[in-house]
C-alpha cells in the first residue's frame, strides 16, 4: 500500500455514460498525476496538478475527459460520453516537489465501456 | 526526454541475479535514468534512480555504464515475486517530474 487511494477500483458502464473517478493522494504530496494504461502497454500521461493548478494536459486528453484538484487535495477525474475505446486502467500517482521526483502510485481504477 | 530501449521479455531462475539491460544512447547530460517495476493488476512502484554513479538500494543495483549511453537493473537475488513488467525511464530532473513510460521487460522468475 503506497498510500495513495483510488475509488472506485473497477467501473463498468454502458457507452454513453459519463463516469467519474477519485484519487486520494499521499497527505503531503503537493504533485498529482493522472495515468491512462491499456492492456500490453506502458502507463501513459494524462495530465500533471501541482497543488490545485493544472499545469499540463496530454493530448490524449480529449474534451471529453476533465479533472480537477480543488484545494490541492484530492482529485476527480470524469469521463463524459464514454467510448469503448476509453477501457484501461486510470493510475493516479503523486509525489513531493522537493522530494527525488519519484511517484507513488494508487492501485488503479479499472473502466470497461460496454 | 529520451527514448529507452529494453528487451520484451526475459527469464530468471529463482535464487539468481535478474540483469536487465537498457539502451538510452540519445540521454542527455541532465537527465537521469529511473526504473520502474509494475506488478500484475498493481500500480507501477519505484525502485531505483541515478545519474552517472552506480547506486544501490534495499531492492536492486543500477549499473550506468561510463558514456551513460546504457544501464542496467540488478535484482541479486530474484524471487517469484519479482515477476513483473520492469520499465526503464530517462528524464530531466525538475519541471512536472512526469514520466514517459515504454513498453518495459516481461521478467518472469522461474521456480
Known amino acids: 500500500d503506497t498510500g495513495v487511494s483510488q475509488n472506485p477500483r473497477h467501473k463498468i458502464t454502458k457507452r454513453g455514460q459519463n463516469v467519474t473517478f477519485r484519487c486520494d493522494p499521499i497527505?503531503?504530496?503537493?504533485?498529482l498525476y493522472w495515468y491512462r494504461q491499456t492492456l500490453g502497454q506502458g502507463p501513459e500521461f494524462l495530465t500533471y496538478f501541482q497543488n490545485e493548478a493544472q499545469l499540463e494536459k496530454s493530448r490524449l486528453l480529449s474534451d471529453r475527459f476533465s479533472a480537477e484538484r480543488p484545494k490541492g487535495s484530492f482529485s476527480t477525474l470524469e469521463i463524459q460520453r464514454t467510448e469503448q475505446g476509453d477501457s484501461a486502467m486510470y493510475l493516479c500517482a503523486s509525489s513531493l516537489r522537493e522530494y527525488t521526483g519519484e511517484l507513488f502510485f494508487g492501485e488503479g481504477s479499472r473502466l470497461t465501456v460496454l | 526526454d529520451a527514448k529507452t530501449t529494453q528487451p520484451t521479455s526475459m527469464d530468471c531462475a529463482e535464487g539468481r541475479a535478474a540483469n536487465l539491460p537498457c539502451n538510452h544512447s540519445t540521454i542527455s547530460g541532465n537527465e537521469y535514468v529511473y526504473w520502474y517495476r509494475q506488478i500484475h493488476s498493481q500500480g507501477p512502484q519505484y525502485i531505483i534512480h541515478g545519474l552517472k554513479n552506480n547506486e544501490t538500494n534495499e531492492m536492486a543495483s543500477l549499473i550506468i555504464t561510463e558514456d551513460r549511453k546504457s544501464s542496467t537493473l540488478i535484482l541479486p537475488h530474484a524471487t517469484l515475486r519479482d515477476t513483473a513488467v520492469y520499465y526503464c525511464?530517462?528524464?530531466?530532473?525538475?519541471?512536472?517530474?512526469?514520466?514517459?513510460f515504454g513498453t518495459g521487460t516481461r521478467l518472469k522468475v522461474l521456480a
Open positions: 525511464i530517462v528524464r530531466v530532473q525538475g519541471g512536472t517530474y512526469k514520466y514517459i
Open positions: 497527505s503531503e504530496h503537493n504533485r
